[in-house]
Nanobody, 125 residues
Framework: QVQLLESGGGSVQAGGSLRLSCAHS????????MGWFREAPGKEREGVAA????????IYADSVKGRFTISLDNAKKMMYLEMNSLKPEDTALYYC??????????????????WGQGTQVTVSS
């Protein structure tokens, strides 16, 4: 079982930046990917960024490419999402997750079986 705990959300104006953190512990032998997802009111949960658990081969949703960066510090057991040039449409509850996924399916929330509780990001215009 993998435990995940997000932090770092908040309220910013458009164009601002935030860094989300995800503390992770535990291990499931089938787990090979970690990622960030978000869920806005009235919308389905969508994949934002993900990579294999060694931090290789990051993948991003088209809507965040060039603005968001996912990173990993295995020594600290932390995963991060650096978010720059934030837009009002980035407003959502952001989750970190661990699962078993390959290729583009790493942005598919159905591939993930461990989730944090979420941290709110609100971007005002």
């Amino acid at each position: 079982q993998v435990q995940l705990l997000e932090s770092g959300g908040g309220s910013v104006q458009a164009g601002g930046s935030l860094r989300l953190s995800c503390a992770h512990s535990g291990y499931t032998y089938t787990m090979n990917s970690m990622g960030w997802f978000r869920e806005a009111p009235g919308k389905e949960r969508e994949g934002v960024a993900a990579f294999y658990q060694n931090g290789n081969s990051p993948i991003y949703a088209d809507s965040v490419k060039g603005r968001f960066t996912i990173s990993l510090d295995n020594a600290k057991k932390m995963m991060y999402l650096e978010m720059n040039s934030l837009k009002p449409e980035d407003t959502a509850l952001y989750y970190c997750a661990a699962g078993t996924a390959y290729g583009d399916r790493r942005l598919d929330s159905s591939q993930y079986f461990n989730w944090g509780q979420g941290t709110q990001v609100t971007v005002s215009s």
